[in-house]
């Protein structure tokens, strides 16, 4: 959710200089729009901040786009203009004299009324009570009424936090909002986006997010807040160094609410439910393009989630889905999506989008131009075999649920254990593996020292983790034909732990053959960096689950020391080919640091224990015919 | 040793290249190969540069005795370049490179780092001493522009073939420089560390240099086996024991240095005769030791040939040369940053035109003045070059610090406060999953590893770390430093890596150097590291079980350093049981490591005693 404001206000900075004097682009949209800047007033009388860019021609009528966000409008004033109108593929929608509108949404920047962080969705609201959905109707009502020549179709889209809030717009039923996308759309922070993970707290992002973006702003301002100022370049020391959660708060102060909330609500609990997206999304009037990122360290799980649940409370929604080989907001104009960190994909995916899925789709709503017959329901980038396939629906109906068996020795296998005849259970083989999990030395979730949590590291190489005792690793033999997945991965775990709590990270992993090499005529020129492709672990997803979630995210349960007990995980989807020669590797580990917070291993309250409550634990993680944990692929092979 | 070779041949390209516009070697010098007889008959090849302009001056003699081959052979084939350094080939000297007894062009049989035979009783008694012998005498009789005076010079193996003609030395031999020797191949040098194998690199070389030959060759032809990995943790990991890289798609037996490295595993005969050190008794030839503070193959053979003729010639004339180099770098053109050090200037053309030149030009043309000093050295952390008249320096003061709970490293020493004996820090060692030397993936040995971040090992929990406060002012070490450990395992041996590290300040600006923007704020740079095989702790002859869960004391000689620790900085030390695969993986059970197989590899846990009764501190020479 963070790096898309800060990119905004990168692309500010760095494109208004030169960008804005030399852009041919630029130059045209100058020539050919104008910007006015309204406070557009609220049902509640509250008025937000409006910036709406207009073609100059009045001759024929046109739709407008509507992107709310709480990373500011900027730049202000009529005479600047938003750089993304004419250095990313927003220019073809300004070429065709789609109105833009951007409004700071309630209590960021230049509105007034108080900001609340993913505020609630109230089905029942009455008169002059509020919503997100609240505003966006009053605010599309406003436009429609107001913007000279516009043809009453309005569009909702937004990456990240301006995701949600197009969710949001969905939920408001304007008559005329006709079309909305919300992309890697924020959408249950407990269970799956920014800042938790099936209970984890996902500490990096939550810090130096909440540092800057939660401080209260007591009245309008084009000024951006300033983040907690880390002094070294190294997050891992940095994160370590400070300890238990408590000690972050401490940094912080009191003042920051949305992290106090946070502190307050460890648990799924009303407090989470009401502001998880999905609960509200029943049977939506506009069209829905649901877009995501197949590798968005932030909102990956919202962008799959989000179109289920539309899927299943609006069945009968024109409802479709679109995720790349992406990170978060590849495909809306950072980069062309042809690669991430050391992996490849061989095509432009982000201009493909661009063209051929996001401007045919607003085109056909709110143009009433063109088809949307070739976008499929289900539009998939498969890694691996580097393909777009259009799918009836998702998961695909083909896919079968296989179990893949850890095994002794690191072994990874379709093959059933054999089961023991009880004369010969002296001779079984071991049936787990052992590793000792130390909160003073948590495992990295990448390799190299660095301050900012990257976005490449969900492709990283996991050799790094390989390496050490406290990651387990388990492996196929080499693939002796292709094995394309397409749907979430399931982890039936059989554990045991010494403690009375533990977080469990599985990673799934695709191993390169040792003489893998990228061709670049066929792969692309990738990040053009040498690097040692052969035997590469790329990470194809990663996901962790705090055991005292296991059975429920709502009611924590300790472990009790020693006694064997399942913990099953749900990884966000894949699609991804292994492909022949290949391997399959799981690793399982038991912290992932500093993107999560390390868990005291101790059934405690996290977030306000002390440094002295972290211990280590011994975790047991069982491979026999009895007590056999696997990990369920969705294999979809033809 | 091994590295030297991809030096020469990347010097050998830019000279070739530059011959293109001129090769001063074949404009100024007339080269003819030769043959050599020994004392016992057998004749080595021999390759002699003579200058052109020798219309009767007589010029001494600058020899190199390789294993690596004289070539290119024949009298019209010139190689780029030749001697020491671009200046002293133009100085014009007599230049001589012999191919050694049975390698390549030269007849005989090759033994590896060849033993030296005090008492020589028949002309079958022959060693590098007698065969250096016999050549500079064939040399002074059949060269008729010698002025009688002969020195020798050779980086790595050549500098053992240097060393090896200082016993017995010829009377002519008026100055010799030993430059990173292979001195000691069981307690420092490439093959072993204080009994540890040195598996990365000599897997690699001996596949080439290890191989058999039938008679006198250009070439060696192929390796003994071809193998493709760039992964080099995992290959080697995935290859298992030590015993398996005798297995048929590798050694295969093929290579009879190999098969001596598997069947010596301790300091026995074999490698004793291989210790050079033992026979530097009453060396009074002029000789001017050199290495480097960053040579992964022999940081130790420099240091302890000083060493030994230093103690053990009353009336000596060495002297010794350490810089901030890698294995053989001081030969090259510029030598001003590695890693992300930034030496601040050209310390290979220092070298080259202050030390080595003119030692070479006084001993054996009378031209200009004696070294001034015993002892030149650059002092890394503050980037200067420092002169001493003894190494290690007479003031340096032997000072422990202790190493303590919760990963302090103090000055004084433990203490057993209430609670507080028994206290140790422990780590679980896992053959299966050892720890990385270097962070990434490498097919070869990360040359940069000596000057490595440390905060990937710093992590892991099998490496225990020790560091003290930010220093109050700088403090600089000078001499050896020893590690003594007080340790338990549950296993009946293990291996003890420690590590000197400099943690830079919170401050310190993102990097310069090649590593451009290498986040550089706390960053754990390596001083210094050793291994130890524990089994060897008190005798390398005779290797002793760990007693399970009884209290040991592992004691391990770091080689030396000439260091400052800058004011703010922290000292660091690191503990670990593995260094994977720069050294084998011990199987941490008593025995024959080379025998050992998958089953003898064992996890154990491992326990650094840091109470009054069992203190464990890292003596460091600090310099006032």
Known sequence: MKKVGLLLIAIAACCLGKAQMTNEDSIWVREHYNKTEHLVTMRDGVRLFTAVYAPKDAARKSPILFNRTPYSCSPYGTDQFNPRLYTTYWINYLKMGYIIAIQDVRGKYMSEGDFEDIRPFNPTKKDKEIDEASDTYDAIDWLVKNVPNNNNRVGVFGISYPGFYATMAALSSHPALKAVSPQAPVTDWFQGDDFHHNGAFMLMDAFSFYSGFGKPRPQPTTEHPQEYPITTPDNYNFYLSKGAIRNFSALLGDSIRFWNDLMKHPDNDAWWKARNTRNFVNNLKPAMLVVGGLFDAEDCFGAWNLYKAIEAKSPRTDNRLVMGPWFHGAWGGRGDGSFLGNVRFGSKTSEYYQQEIEIPFFNFYLNLQGTVSDIAEANIFFTGQNQWQKLKQWPPAEVTYKPLLLKGGGRLSFEPNPLFKPADLAKRPVYFTQYTSNPQKPVPYTEDVHLDRTREYMTDDQRFASRRPDVLTFTTDALPSDITLGGPVVANLITSITTTDADFVVKLIDVFPDDFAYDAAKDGKGIGKEYPMGGYQMLVRGEILRGRYRNSLEKPEPFTPGSITPVNLTLPDVAHTFKKGHKIMVQIQSSWFPLVDRNPQQFVDIYHCADADFVPSDIRIYHDARNQSKIILPVLNK | ?624
């Open chain 2, 1 to 624: 040793m091994q590295r030297l070779i991809l030096i020469c041949f990347a010097s050998l390209y830019l000279t070739t290249g530059c011959a293109q516009s001129g090769n001063y070697l074949k404009e100024n010098y007339i080269k003819m190969d030769t043959l050599i007889p020994m004392r016992d008959g057998v004749k080595l090849y021999t390759v002699i540069f003579i200058p052109k302009d020798s219309n009767g001056t007589q010029y001494p003699i600058l020899m190199e005795r390789t294993p690596y081959s004289a070539g290119p052979y024949g009298n019209k084939s010139y190689p780029g370049s030749t001697g020491p350094n671009a200046a002293l080939m133009k100085e014009h000297y007599i230049f001589v490179v012999q191919d050694v007894r049975g390698r390549y062009m030269s007849e005989g049989v090759n033994l590896e780092v060849t033993p030296y035979i005090a008492d020589k009783k028949t002309n079958k008694d022959v060693d590098e001493s007698s065969d250096t012998y016999d050549t500079v005498d064939w040399l002074l009789k059949n060269i008729q522009q010698n002025n009688g005076r002969l020195g020798l010079h050779g980086v790595s193996y050549p500098g053992f073939y240097a060393t090896a003609c200082l016993p017995g030395a010829h009377p002519a031999i008026k100055a010799v420089s030993p430059q990173a020797p292979v001195t000691d191949e069981f307690i420092g040098d490439d093959a072993n560390h204080n009994g540890a194998f040195f598996l990365l690199d000599n897997f690699s070389f001996m596949n080439y240099f290890g191989k058999e030959r039938k008679g006198p060759v250009k070439d060696y032809g192929s390796n003994i086996f071809n193998v493709q990995y760039n992964d080099a943790y995992r290959f080697f990991l995935k290859m298992g024991p030590v015993k398996n890289s005798n297995g048929p798609q590798y050694y295969n037996g093929k290579s009879y240095i190999w098969n001596e490295y598997l069947q010596h595993d301790t300091y026995d005969a074999y490698w004793k005769a291989r210790n050079i050190r033992q026979h530097l008794k009453n060396i009074g030839t002029p000789t001017l030791v050199v290495g480097g503070w960053f040579d992964a193959e022999n940081l130790f053979g420099a240091l302890r040939t000083y060493e030994a003729i230093a103690t053990q010639s009353p009336n000596n004339q060495v002297q010794l040369v350490m810089g901030p180099w890698t294995h053989g770098v001081w030969g090259s053109g510029e030598w001003t940053k590695f890693g992300t050090h930034d030496f601040g200037s050209n310390t290979s053309k220092f070298f080259q035109d202050s030390l080595e030149t003119v030692f070479f030009n006084y001993h054996l043309k009378d031209k200009g003045q004696p070294l001034a000093h015993k002892v030149t050295l650059f002092q890394t952390g503050s980037n200067e070059w420092k002169r001493f008249a003894a190494w290690p320096p007479t003031q340096a003061k032997p000072t422990p610090y202790y190493f303590d709970q919760d990963g302090k490293l103090s000055s004084t020493a433990p203490t057993n406060k209430l609670g507080a004996s028994n206290s140790f820090s422990e780590y679980i060692s896992d053959p299966n999953k050892p720890v990385p030397y270097t962070n990434g993936v490498f097919r070869g040995r990360n040359n940069e590893y000596m000057v490595e971040d440390q905060r990937f090992a710093a992590s892991r929990p099998d490496v225990l770390v020790f560091e003290t406060e930010e220093l109050k002012e700088d403090m600089t070490i000078g001499g050896n430093i020893v590690a003594n450990l007080q340790v338990s395992t549950t296993g009946t041996d293990a291996d003890f890596i420690v590590k000197l590290i400099d943690v830079l300040p919170n401050n310190e600006p993102a990097s310069k150097t090649p590593i451009r923007g290498y986040p550089m704020a706390g960053f754990q740079r390596l001083v210094r590291a050793e291994v130890i095989r524990g089994k060897f702790r008190n005798s390398f002859e005779k290797p002793e079980p760990f007693v399970p869960g009884k209290v040991a004391k592992v004691k391990l000689q770091l080689n030396d350093a000439l260091h400052t620790f800058k004011k703010g900085h922290k000292i660091m030390v690191q503990v670990q049981s593995s260094w994977f695969p720069l050294v084998d993986r011990n199987p941490q059970k008593f025995m024959r490591i080379p025998d050992a197989t998958e089953k003898d590899f064992q996890r154990a846990t491992i326990r650094l005693y840091h109470d009054a009764k069992n203190p464990s501190s890292i003596e460091l020479p600090v310099l006032k």
